[in-house]
């Protein structure tokens, strides 16, 4: 798979290099420690999914000025200011394989530094002067906090089921795969049909990417993962793979994965024992077909809508490597 | 001094209701626990200054239309959002004589549900459909966040200097007194001049206040404030009485002071020599005349450009409040 990896980076080296360039520009101006702290999160190794779906769904649907990279960063703000929040909800130590900014700077500045992203993301999308945007942007961060909140909710508690799970995973991602797409669309005033298209990919897409995030959370390990496996269950999140393995298995194994969910010291053995219901119940077979579908919905949108070019080739790209990746 | 009080909370006493019903309307669709802690810090008897600012301003600027308290809540919500993460970053457990937030429902429901009522005020400054007051709104949070972590990088540091002072309390309160006004003036489409004014009076309303706030820190006492009286020492910030003081004293009193404030776990006996020294070098007479300049320039602005008016009356009477009140 490393093969799609490639060529996708092949083909976004330059989007990919202007938006590096965007966010290093956009942070300057600001207090030594805020740009430390922000920068520490932004410049970590992330994928920059977010802003190169929005200039990528920017050129599918016509744009032609050159605001595009600039406001694309604004998705990498509103992901880095929930990374910095939810590393300290989730009490993570490890992120990307580097401490958490709260392990560092400590829980006051990951929330302001958090806080401030989040401003930052909202002005960026006043600056584009569309009110369209702004309620995306506006409802995006209201989605993930509530997404965020409900998971908390819920924490530990093994009778979640796959449709309050739906509800987490689409607030907390599929909602911002979905803008950053969504936003391009309007500041390309394309028409409504292209607008709904683009929209559907990015929501479908943002789906498939968190279930693989929690399927590759129980079957990665940390050199690749940059964190420890089985690290959602020893936060108390219950995520699709045992959702569905819970509702499959007989009531003797049913009671064993309830035992070392509500056990957060659970020991090597305990984590392979879980493992091992997983497959036999097919909780991570369901996963990975229920994020190919969802896959497969995202390219059909995409397909039946926009002609064949180079970028529709990248989306779709995109879309088969968040299916197929490994990390 | 409470005949004032009186008076201007019977002129604006539908506008206080109105204010009231419109907050909890605005919660009702939420998730129970966001409600829940979203209330908590919403109706623990806040005095609504914000919203009233703006309803006040919309008025005086002829507004005629009906959405001015739906929208002013935007600033109450602003508000809440930063005092629920602020009392986390300052470990404050009282928060107007009640557990703060983070004490009964712990620091991650503290920071998402300040997250969801940053998004929330955003969102509803979207609902204006006026660019400038997403603007203002957007531009209010950055100045927030920027200011409470200039705060906290300089926390227990004697060498506070009055500019960096006035940089911290415009940033982390004026800003958001002026934009309740200036948001007014634009849902009002109001003549420039009066933009001009209204934001003047809102900035330095604000400033004063917090001046005063800060001032009551040292004179009040908990059973009025809600808090302990020397709170915001107890947390390392330094605020214009002491810096003042500082400033005034001499090497052997600075050496004194200097070492109250390096020592968190301060005596009764110290802080009431402390208390002393800023009597001695006039730090709490200082702080109360710069807040009265800045009440004059704020009713300045006001009479220059407004008619005499029950609303101008209103806004002048909040002025002087500000000045005199005792918590």
Same mark, same amino acid.
Request: proline letters at 2%; aromatic letters at 8%; charged letters at 25%.
């Given at each position: 798979?490393s ?5 996708? /980076?092949?083909?976004?080296? %330059? ?11 956009n942070?300057?101006?600001? /207090?030594d420690?805020?740009?430390q ?10 994928k ?11 050129r599918?649907?016509g744009?032609?000025?050159?605001f595009?990279? @600039? ?5 990498e ?6 990374l910095l *929040?939810?590393?300290?909800?989730d009490?993570?130590?490890?992120? +990307?394989?580097?401490l ?14 958090g806080?401030?992203?989040l ?8 600056? @584009?002067?569309?009110l369209?945007v ?6 995006? @961060?209201?989605n993930m906090?509530q997404?965020?909140? *409900?998971? /908390?909710?819920r924490?530990?508690q !093994?009778?979640?089921s796959?449709?309050? %799970? ?11 795969? +979905?803008?950053?797409?969504q936003?391009s ?5 394309? !028409?409504?049909k292209?607008e709904?298209?683009i929209?559907?990919?990015g929501?479908?897409?943002g789906?498939?990417?968190q ?8 079957t ?5 993962l940059?964190k420890?496996?089985?690290?959602? /269950?020893?936060e108390?999140?219950l ?7 819970l509702?499959q298995?007989d009531?003797?194994? +049913?009671?064993?994965?309830?035992s070392i969910?509500?056990n957060?010291d659970?020991?090597?053995g305990?984590?392979k ?5 997983? *497959?036999?119940y097919?909780?991570?077979? %369901?996963t ?5 579908? *969802? ?6 949108a995409?397909?039946g ?8 080739q990248l ?5 088969? %490597?968040?299916l197929?990746?490994?990390?």
């Amino acid at each position: 798979m490393s093969d799609l990896k490639n060529k996708i /980076l092949a083909s976004a080296k %330059y989007d990919l290099e202007a938006i590096e360039i965007a966010l290093k520009q956009n942070l300057k101006p600001y /207090l030594d420690l805020v740009s430390q702290v922000a920068s520490h999160i932004l410049f970590a190794g992330g994928k920059r999914l977010r802003p190169l779906l929005m200039v990528l769904s920017a050129r599918i649907c016509g744009y032609d000025s050159n605001f595009d990279k @600039t406001f694309s960063i604004m998705f990498e703000y509103l992901h880095a200011a929930t990374l910095l *929040h939810d590393d300290l909800v989730d009490e993570a130590t490890l992120r +990307r394989g580097k401490l958490a900014a709260h392990s560092i700077w400590g829980n006051s500045i990951a929330v302001l530094v958090g806080d401030f992203l989040l401003a930052r993301a909202l002005s960026i999308a006043a600056d @584009t002067g569309r009110l369209n945007v702004i309620k995306i942007v506006s409802e995006i @961060t209201e989605n993930m906090s509530q997404g965020e909140i *409900h998971q /908390l909710m819920r924490k530990g508690q !093994p009778d979640l089921s796959e449709k309050e %799970y739906m509800e987490i995973i689409q607030n907390k991602t599929a909602v911002l795969f +979905r803008g950053a797409c969504q936003a391009s669309a309007v500041i390309a005033d394309a !028409p409504e049909k292209e607008e709904k298209a683009i929209s559907i990919y990015g929501f479908n897409l943002g789906i498939a990417f968190q279930m693989i995030d929690d399927l590759l959370d129980y079957t990665s390990d940390a050199g690749i993962l940059g964190k420890k496996a089985g690290a959602d /269950l020893e936060e108390g999140k219950l995520t699709l793979p045992l959702i569905y393995a819970l509702k499959q298995a007989d009531s003797k194994d +049913r009671a064993t994965m309830e035992s070392i969910i509500k056990n957060k010291d659970f020991s090597a053995g305990e984590f392979k024992t879980l493992l091992e219901l997983l *497959h036999k119940y097919k909780g991570l077979k %369901y996963t990975k077909e229920l994020a190919a579908k *969802h896959i497969a919905k995202a390219k059909k949108a995409l397909v039946g809508v926009f002609k064949p070019s180079e970028t529709r080739q990248l989306l779709i790209n995109i879309a088969d %490597y968040a299916l197929a990746r490994k990390h």
